[in-house]
């Protein structure tokens, strides 16, 4: 060991009491041992990632995002469609989730956070957060599906919404509590409403904390299958309206990836590639575009 | 308002600083009542001795008048005193200065009464005894008021102060009358009005004094009402 | 419990100008749930003046201080007996809302809270939710405040820049610029220099006797210097009662009451 475990050492080890070497080794493992956990965290995401592009990227071409799916058995074509009916599907889900979900995140967080209300509310979120995806589809095949007597992008939509709503209420109720109530108190001194202080203080300063949670709904929505499945079904051509059925990239890939055709199976691979390029995309974008501005 | 202060400061060391002044200032004082009387003494035994004595001392209550004015600034500067700390501080500089000019009387009737020595005893020498009495009493009583923080008896002070003028006054007459008189101890007479005036000086200033107690105990200020 | 003042006493002409009842406390109690938080408070401030709130923790005084922009409603469970005045009119009468009280009123906290905003954008806030879009009037508004707060030098070449990156002093010299921005009567602020070092504070204070010229000023302080420094009026508050309300000078030289003396001589608890 060195100088400052020798009991005559310095003024720091005046009395006899140096660092035990068996507390040294021991905080050397420790440290190595989470170094070493948290690379292996890594492993998984790297060999998805590896493997995905590994797969996917022979077949890359624009031809993807401009053609429809070839017959099975024949080559050529892209998935054109698919891409759009993911688009237009959790376009929907957000056009539902994102007012529901904030509005009553505000409420529960500014205006009666004690109430029976707001408490319940909570609950069901929490409750809803961990139902099975497959419940979602289910469910809009029953309330949607099955009154408008057919499948549709709405119904795929608005099972995805399902599925993200909980996320995005809780997530944004987070982002708003994390908001000083310093700044409310500011504000309302000032003389301004609970809305006022709503909208121009808490929500900016918490936008970041809530797109963030936007974005994790919207990766999980863009690759969810279960609920998709039996309310959008799928298509081989070109969207004409939200009530029809539609594909999507999800449901593509499992239709392919289980013919026993190399071709479909490559283009599968093309379509995973695809879905977690765009999703990774969006993320980035978001956390560039909603950076907070004033820190 | 409040006689006495209810209770130690929160912080020691600041009850210490304000101790140790009022110590200082009752040093002081305790050594200029002993020089007064030593002085007295010197005069009314026609002992130099006393007379010796006294006027090495005032040296020492020079000294003292600094430290308290040091420590009086170091307490104000330190611990920022309000209130009853405040005029505690103020006053006690203010009385060290008063008991400065006490000493130095004494050191003047010390001197006075060596050349009074040198000449033959006269009897109107006791002429000075109720003078020297009130003069010296004054000055035991404006003492005894800052140690006791006692409003009541620095008061009284003033009204004594007013006995005293007259005496001086009735004094200095007299003796004016004698040089006429018997121009042979013209010399001790003049002396002897010397001295009478440094005991009314005593007198003013134990007034003084009394004043600042006043303030200090009471925050009145007492001074130059009625003049 | 001593005799609580309802006037300040004294009155000499220093105090003729502007009113000497602008704002009244009668009889006021308050309760956060079951405990009592102020007895029987009795106070009569006059305006253009400011007024110390002195006292240990616990007194009372923040607690009156924020009932004065009825900023306690905020929190759950508060109740209050008796009243306050301002300018002759109840602050809890039905007719006066809230958010226009709060408009008249600015108030500066301990901690200084700028919005995560610009600096421009903190002064004009209050500006904007009472509506006004004029960007004349909004940059004069902000020149005005800043020069009154000491800070125009400082900033002016970077009103737009977050006001989160200012030294802790200048945040707070700003949170007292957004207070005035609305040009209100009434300033309330809550122990403003305790977060700052001294030279900070003695900038803090220089406002403070600046502003004295246009604004009626409350401050709550626990550092007793700063209120023989600051303030006209000192008010001592002890376990939530008045103990004494005296001109500033009498009560840091002779106080009236012996806690009063206890408390500020330092020979407290």
């Not at chain 2, 009493?137 to 004594?160: G, W």
Request: charged share 20%.
């Amino acid at each position: 060991m060195n100088s400052l475990t020798k009991a005559s050492g310095n003024f720091f080890t005046q009395d006899g009491k140096g660092t035990s070497p068996l507390r040294l080794i021991r905080n050397g493992l420790l440290t190595g041992l989470c170094i070493s956990l948290s690379l292996l965290t890594l492993l998984p995401l790297f060999s998805i990632v590896m493997l995905v592009v590994k797969n996917g990227w022979p077949l890359m071409s624009p031809a993807l995002f401009t053609e429809l799916p070839p017959p099975p058995g024949l080559e050529g074509g892209g998935f054109a469609n698919a891409i759009i009916g993911t688009v237009i599907m959790v376009g929907i889900a957000l056009l539902l989730a994102i007012p529901l979900g904030i509005l009553a995140a505000i409420h529960i967080t500014e205006y009666a956070p004690e109430s029976f209300l707001s408490k319940s509310v909570r609950m069901v979120a929490k409750l809803l957060n961990g139902i099975p995806s497959i419940i979602c589809g289910v469910f809009a095949f029953a309330a949607i599906v099955m009154t408008m007597h057919g499948f549709s992008a709405l119904a795929g939509g608005v099972a995805l919404s399902i599925l993200i709503l909980p996320t995005i209420l809780l997530t944004s109720e987070q982002a708003l509590l994390a908001v000083p109530g310093t700044y409310r108190e500011a504000s309302l001194g000032l003389g301004a409403t609970s809305f006022q202080t709503i909208l121009r203080v808490v929500l900016p300063d918490a936008l970041p904390a809530i797109m963030t949670g936007v974005m994790l709904a919207v990766a999980r929505a863009a690759g969810e299958t279960a609920p998709v499945l039996f309310t959008a079904l799928f298509s081989a051509n070109w969207i004409h309206s939200i009530m029809e059925p539609t594909a999507s990239l999800p449901v593509l890939i499992y239709n392919f990836a289980a013919l026993p055709f190399d071709y479909q199976v490559k283009m599968a691979w093309s379509a995973s590639l695809i879905l977690v390029t765009v999703v990774t995309l969006t993320n980035v974008l978001a956390q560039i575009f909603f950076r907070p501005k004033h820190r | 308002m409040h006689t006495e202060p209810s209770r130690p400061h929160t912080l020691t060391n600041f009850t210490a600083s304000l101790d140790h002044l009022r110590g200082s200032v009752l040093m002081m004082s305790s050594l200029t009542q002993r020089n007064l009387k030593n002085s007295i003494r010197g005069l009314m035994d026609r002992d130099d001795d006393w007379c010796n004595n006294s006027i090495a001392d005032d040296e020492e209550i020079d000294l003292l008048e600094m430290q308290i004015d040091r420590e009086g600034i170091d307490v104000m500067s330190r611990f920022q005193p309000v209130a009853s700390d405040l005029r505690e501080v103020i006053s006690s500089i203010k009385i060290g200065a008063n008991i400065e000019r006490v000493a130095d009387q004494a050191v003047n009737i010390a001197r006075r009464a060596r050349k009074i020595n040198e000449h033959p005893e006269v009897p109107e020498l006791h002429f000075l005894d109720e003078l020297v009495k009130m003069a010296v009493s004054m000055f035991d009583d404006a003492v005894r008021s800052f140690a006791e923080r006692n409003a009541h008896l620095a008061v009284e002070l003033k009204a004594r102060d007013k006995e005293l003028d007259r005496l001086n006054r009735e004094l200095t007459d007299k003796m004016i009358q004698r040089m006429q008189d018997d121009s042979a101890n013209l010399p001790t007479y003049l002396n002897l009005i010397f001295v009478s005036r440094c005991l009314e000086r005593i007198g003013d200033h134990a007034a003084n004094m009394a004043e600042d107690v006043v303030f200090a105990v009471r925050a009145e200020d007492i001074r130059h009402l009625g003049k | 419990m001593s005799e609580s003042p309802t006037s300040p006493p004294m009155l000499t002409d220093d105090f003729a100008p502007g009113e000497v009842n602008f704002m009244k406390v009668e009889d006021f109690n308050f309760f956060y749930g079951k405990k009592q938080a102020l007895h029987g408070i009795n106070l009569t401030i006059p305006s253009r003046k400011v007024t110390a709130f002195i006292g240990p923790s616990g007194c009372g005084k923040s607690t009156l201080l924020r009932n004065f922009n009825r900023m306690n409603e905020l929190i759950p469970g508060t109740r209050h007996e008796g009243d306050i005045t301002i300018h002759g009119t109840s602050i809890y009468d039905p007719s006066v809302e809230v958010i226009a009280l709060r408009r008249r009123i600015g108030m500066v906290f301990q901690k200084s809270n700028p919005f995560p905003m610009s600096i421009y954008g903190n002064i004009v806030y209050p500006l904007r939710i009472a509506g006004e879009r004029d960007r004349d009037v909004l940059d004069g508004a902000v020149e005005r405040c800043l020069r009154s707060a000491a800070l125009w030098e400082e900033v002016k070449d970077r009103l737009h820049e977050s006001a989160l990156s200012l030294s802790g002093g200048q945040m707070q010299r700003l949170c007292i610029a957004r207070a005035i921005a609305s040009r209100p009567e009434i300033l309330l602020m809550d122990e403003p220099c305790s977060a700052l070092d001294p030279i900070a504070t003695a900038k803090v204070e220089e406002l403070i006797i600046e502003l004295r010229k246009d604004f009626t000023i409350l401050i709550v302080t626990h550092n007793m210097h700063q209120a023989s420094r600051v303030s006209d009026l000192t008010a001592f508050f002890y376990l939530g009662s008045l103990v004494e309300y005296d001109i500033t000078q009498k009560i840091f030289t002779n106080p009236s009451s012996q806690q009063t003396e206890d408390y500020i001589t330092g020979r407290f608890g």
